[in-house]
Protein backbone atom coordinates (compact mmCIF):
# COMPACT_ATOMS: atom_id res chain seq x y z
CA UNK A 1 0.00 0.00 0.00
CA UNK A 2 1.32 3.24 -0.87
CA UNK A 3 -0.44 6.68 1.18
CA UNK A 4 -0.14 10.37 1.10
CA UNK A 5 -1.52 12.93 3.49
CA UNK A 6 -1.65 16.40 2.74
CA UNK A 7 -2.78 19.67 0.89
CA UNK A 8 -1.82 21.48 -2.06
CA UNK A 9 1.81 21.21 -0.34
CA UNK A 10 1.89 17.46 -1.85
CA UNK A 11 3.09 17.05 -5.38
CA UNK A 12 2.93 12.71 -4.83
CA UNK A 13 2.34 10.40 -2.87
CA UNK A 14 3.71 11.76 0.28
CA UNK A 15 3.43 9.43 3.59
CA UNK A 16 2.17 10.93 6.41
CA UNK A 17 5.76 10.81 8.46
CA UNK A 18 5.27 13.40 11.60
CA UNK A 19 1.89 14.82 9.91
CA UNK A 20 -1.50 15.10 11.93
CA UNK A 21 -4.48 14.98 9.49
CA UNK A 22 -6.39 17.95 9.36
CA UNK A 23 -9.58 18.67 8.02
CA UNK A 24 -9.59 19.11 4.19
CA UNK A 25 -6.74 17.18 3.87
CA UNK A 26 -6.65 14.54 1.40
CA UNK A 27 -5.78 10.99 2.11
CA UNK A 28 -4.41 8.82 -1.03
CA UNK A 29 -3.60 5.25 -1.26
CA UNK A 30 -2.85 2.80 -3.91
CA UNK A 31 -3.92 -0.73 -2.51
CA UNK A 32 -2.33 -3.39 -4.05
CA UNK A 33 -3.48 -6.45 -2.62
CA UNK A 34 -2.25 -9.90 -4.07
CA UNK A 35 -4.27 -13.02 -4.12
CA UNK A 36 -3.25 -16.67 -4.79
CA UNK A 37 0.08 -14.92 -6.66
CA UNK A 38 -1.52 -12.29 -9.04
CA UNK A 39 -1.77 -8.75 -7.94
CA UNK A 40 -4.25 -6.07 -8.83
CA UNK A 41 -4.48 -2.65 -7.95
CA UNK A 42 -6.74 0.58 -6.86
CA UNK A 43 -6.69 4.12 -6.24
CA UNK A 44 -9.02 6.68 -4.65
CA UNK A 45 -8.66 9.24 -2.54
CA UNK A 46 -10.37 10.92 0.35
CA UNK A 47 -10.97 14.11 2.63
CA UNK A 48 -10.51 14.56 5.95
CA UNK A 49 -14.16 16.24 6.54
CA UNK A 50 -16.39 17.71 4.41
CA UNK A 51 -14.61 18.32 1.01
CA UNK A 52 -14.53 21.79 -0.39
CA UNK A 53 -16.14 22.96 -3.62
CA UNK A 54 -12.57 23.04 -5.13
CA UNK A 55 -11.95 19.34 -4.02
CA UNK A 56 -15.20 18.51 -5.62
CA UNK A 57 -14.69 20.20 -8.63
CA UNK A 58 -10.87 19.22 -9.18
CA UNK A 59 -12.01 15.78 -8.61
CA UNK A 60 -14.50 15.62 -11.15
CA UNK A 61 -11.40 16.29 -13.55
CA UNK A 62 -9.99 12.99 -12.27
CA UNK A 63 -13.11 11.36 -13.04
CA UNK A 64 -13.72 12.01 -16.51
CA UNK A 65 -9.82 11.63 -17.63
CA UNK A 66 -10.07 7.80 -15.72
CA UNK A 67 -13.76 7.34 -18.10
CA UNK A 68 -11.71 8.69 -21.30
CA UNK A 69 -8.65 6.26 -20.25
CA UNK A 70 -11.07 3.44 -19.77
CA UNK A 71 -12.74 4.27 -22.58
CA UNK A 72 -9.58 3.85 -24.92
CA UNK A 73 -8.79 0.13 -23.27
CA UNK A 74 -9.78 -2.46 -25.89
CA UNK A 75 -7.52 -5.24 -27.28
CA UNK A 76 -4.33 -4.08 -29.42
CA UNK A 77 -4.56 -0.57 -28.44
CA UNK A 78 -1.93 1.16 -27.04
CA UNK A 79 -0.49 2.24 -23.54
CA UNK A 80 -0.22 5.89 -25.79
CA UNK A 81 -3.69 5.71 -26.97
CA UNK A 82 -4.67 5.07 -23.10
CA UNK A 83 -2.93 7.81 -21.91
CA UNK A 84 -3.45 10.13 -24.39
CA UNK A 85 -7.00 9.88 -23.63
CA UNK A 86 -6.65 10.51 -19.99
CA UNK A 87 -4.08 13.36 -20.52
CA UNK A 88 -6.45 15.49 -22.96
CA UNK A 89 -8.95 15.90 -20.66
CA UNK A 90 -6.50 17.83 -18.15
CA UNK A 91 -4.98 19.38 -20.92
CA UNK A 92 -8.57 20.94 -22.09
CA UNK A 93 -9.14 22.17 -18.44
CA UNK A 94 -5.76 23.79 -18.58
CA UNK A 95 -3.48 21.30 -16.49
CA UNK A 96 -1.87 19.82 -19.47
CA UNK A 97 1.30 21.27 -17.54
CA UNK A 98 0.23 18.49 -14.88
CA UNK A 99 1.08 15.82 -17.32
CA UNK A 100 4.56 15.72 -17.59
CA UNK A 101 7.16 13.36 -15.53
CA UNK A 102 7.55 16.46 -12.86
CA UNK A 103 4.23 15.76 -11.49
CA UNK A 104 3.11 12.00 -12.83
CA UNK A 105 5.15 9.27 -12.95
CA UNK A 106 2.42 6.74 -15.46
CA UNK A 107 -1.14 7.05 -16.34
CA UNK A 108 -1.07 3.25 -16.08
CA UNK A 109 0.62 0.37 -15.64
CA UNK A 110 0.25 -3.79 -16.57
CA UNK A 111 -0.35 -6.06 -13.51
CA UNK A 112 -0.86 -9.32 -12.71
CA UNK A 113 2.41 -11.38 -11.87
CA UNK A 114 3.78 -8.20 -10.50
CA UNK A 115 2.22 -5.51 -9.02
CA UNK A 116 3.82 -3.18 -11.60
CA UNK A 117 4.53 -4.43 -15.05
CA UNK A 118 5.02 -3.29 -18.76
CA UNK A 119 2.81 -2.09 -20.13
CA UNK A 120 3.53 1.26 -18.67
CA UNK A 121 0.73 3.52 -20.03
CA UNK A 122 2.58 6.57 -21.32
CA UNK A 123 1.88 8.86 -24.47
CA UNK A 124 5.36 7.41 -25.54
CA UNK A 125 4.53 4.09 -25.01
CA UNK A 126 3.48 1.61 -28.51
CA UNK A 127 3.04 -1.70 -26.78
CA UNK A 128 -0.31 -3.02 -27.59
CA UNK A 129 -2.75 -3.78 -24.59
CA UNK A 130 -3.04 -7.45 -25.29
CA UNK A 131 -6.50 -9.46 -24.93
CA UNK A 132 -7.34 -10.92 -21.43
CA UNK A 133 -3.96 -9.12 -19.81
CA UNK A 134 -4.95 -6.74 -16.82
CA UNK A 135 -3.80 -3.11 -16.49
CA UNK A 136 -4.33 -0.43 -14.47
CA UNK A 137 -5.75 2.64 -15.52
CA UNK A 138 -5.37 5.57 -12.93
CA UNK A 139 -5.40 9.59 -13.87
CA UNK A 140 -3.11 10.29 -10.30
CA UNK A 141 -1.00 13.44 -10.39
CA UNK A 142 -1.00 17.20 -8.67
CA UNK A 143 -3.65 19.09 -9.34
CA UNK A 144 -2.52 22.98 -8.24
CA UNK A 145 -5.84 23.83 -6.54
CA UNK A 146 -6.24 21.31 -4.20
CA UNK A 147 -3.00 18.82 -4.15
CA UNK A 148 -2.06 15.36 -5.27
CA UNK A 149 -5.42 13.43 -6.01
CA UNK A 150 -5.36 9.74 -7.10
CA UNK A 151 -8.21 7.50 -8.61
CA UNK A 152 -7.78 4.34 -10.76
CA UNK A 153 -9.33 0.63 -11.12
CA UNK A 154 -7.51 -2.67 -12.57
CA UNK A 155 -8.90 -3.96 -15.77
CA UNK A 156 -9.06 -6.90 -18.11
CA UNK A 157 -8.68 -5.80 -21.25
CA UNK A 158 -11.23 -7.20 -23.51
CA UNK A 159 -11.94 -7.22 -27.39
CA UNK A 160 -14.21 -3.76 -27.53
CA UNK A 161 -13.81 -2.72 -24.09
CA UNK A 162 -12.92 -4.00 -20.55
CA UNK A 163 -13.74 -5.91 -17.75
CA UNK A 164 -13.58 -3.33 -14.63
CA UNK A 165 -12.53 -5.84 -11.26
CA UNK A 166 -13.28 -3.31 -8.21
CA UNK A 167 -17.28 -2.31 -7.81
CA UNK A 168 -16.11 0.39 -5.51
CA UNK A 169 -17.41 3.74 -6.55
CA UNK A 170 -15.36 6.51 -8.36
CA UNK A 171 -15.63 9.16 -5.74
CA UNK A 172 -14.13 11.33 -3.45
CA UNK A 173 -14.59 9.82 -0.60
CA UNK A 174 -14.51 11.94 3.12
CA UNK A 175 -14.50 10.95 6.93
CA UNK A 176 -15.61 12.89 9.86
CA UNK A 177 -12.25 14.77 10.48
Do not use: W
Amino acid sequence: MIIGVGGVEVRGMAPPVGKTIKAGDLVTTELTPCVDGYYAQICRTLVSGQPSELQVKSFAVFQEALEAGLGAVKADATAADIARAENDVFRKYGLGDYVTSEYTRVRGHGVGMFPDQRPQILEDVRLPVVENSTIIVHPNTYHPAVGYLVLGDTVVVRKNGYECLSALPRDLFSVPA
